[in-house]
């Protein structure tokens, strides 16, 4: 796909949502979807909906399925964000071939829109469509659609502690290789680090929050001197500032884009509860974002600050824009 419809199609997206208080079946689907029959959704420690039973599985049609209720959209945000940090990167090591860390991969679905030119919405209804085909069917299906127009310049790593989200993630496509670790208590394996080794940029839509400076701490130590440049959506309720700091300590400058990005909607008025609550409480205001049913999330750009000539003034107000 060219970038300019990619980026067009990227950018397509607005967060008009629906209320959560719709209709008696929306409400009684969601709780099927994240609670079971409890007869209400489950919280995790940080008040978000619990999403462990649809993280892990052998495909990711469950997921999907689930996140279409919310309207899920942050993988979509970041994508005009990493086509002009890829064509910086290009600039300054000349070469087209990069290596980019997707962390907190899961399935892939940041590798998935990528490579495949499709919006979030475009990517539930083709799961929904493929719902009666088997795993190995499904794996066929995504590689074709990644073989057509994928950026095979663009190695893509992913990072996750999910075992079977990965896997999934690397028979269709969606990436090229993944670590599957918990870098926030253990080191990662020499095998894991000469994955990790070289890397250009890193993104993150969702996964600060359960990861933190540990993991930043690893993951810079393997890649070496490489220093990727980083694009982080962090969720409004989480803080980036341990990440930040640990950042700042190997020489990044860290920079916060114009306007929070919305993210989805929200599982049940006990998390929008919730997460209005936490962000009050940290001086945040939730008018007209949070308060309105929806979750939303803060984009940083990191990188070395011997390297901010690297992009252009217009890109860079292209990519805080988003």
């Known amino acids: 796909m060219p970038d300019a419809q990619r980026k067009e199609t990227s ?4 967060p008009a949502h629906d209320s959560i208080d719709d209709t008696a079946l929306n409400k009684k689907a969601i709780n099927a979807a994240f609670g079971g029959n409890s007869g209400a959704v ?4 940080s008040g978000k909906v619990v999403m462990d039973h649809i993280y892990d599985d052998a495909d990711p049609r469950a997921y999907f399925r689930a996140l279409r209720m919310l309207q899920y959209r942050i993988p979509e945000a970041v994508q005009p964000v990493l086509q002009n940090l890829i064509a910086a990167r290009r600039r300054a090591r000349d070469t087209k ?24 919405e475009e990517t539930f209804r083709y799961y929904a469509e493929m719902a009666n085909k088997d795993r190995g069917e499904l794996v066929k299906s995504d590689q074709k659609i990644f073989q057509s127009y994928g950026d095979q310049h663009v190695s893509i790593i992913g990072l996750d502690v999910a075992t079977n989200a990965c896997e999934y993630a690397v ?29 250009d ?4 839509t969702g996964c600060i929050g359960y990861v933190g400076a540990p993991t ?24 980036f500032t341990p990440i930040r700091n640990v950042l700042t300590e190997r020489g990044y400058v860290t920079t916060r884009g114009r306007k929070p990005v919305y993210q989805r909607n929200f599982a049940s008025p006990a998390e929008q509860d919730e997460i209005v609550t936490r962000l ?43």
């Open 201 to 204: 940029l890193l993104v993150s």
């Open 97 to 120: 071939k990069l290596k980019l860390i997707d962390l907190g991969c899961s399935y892939g679905v940041t590798g998935r829109l990528f490579r495949s030119g499709q919006t979030m």
């Open 216 to 239: 930043m701490t690893r993951i810079l130590d393997a890649c070496g001197d490489s220093q990727p440049w980083m694009a982080h959506f962090v969720m409004r309720m989480f803080d």
């Open 11 to 14: 950018q397509s997206f607005a």
């Open 171 to 199: 028979d269709c496509g969606a990436i090229d290789a993944a670590v599957v670790a918990n870098l926030e208590e253990n080191d990662p394996t020499p095998e894991q680090v000469e994955h990790l080794r070289g890397a």
């Open 280 to 322: 009050v409480e940290l001086g945040r205001d939730p008018t007209g974002r949070e308060d309105d049913g929806a979750a939303y999330a803060d984009l940083f750009i990191s990188r070395p600050a011997d390297e901010r000539g690297q992009i252009t003034p217009e890109e860079w107000a292209e990519v805080l824009q988003t």
């Open 42 to 45: 489950d919280l995790d420690d």
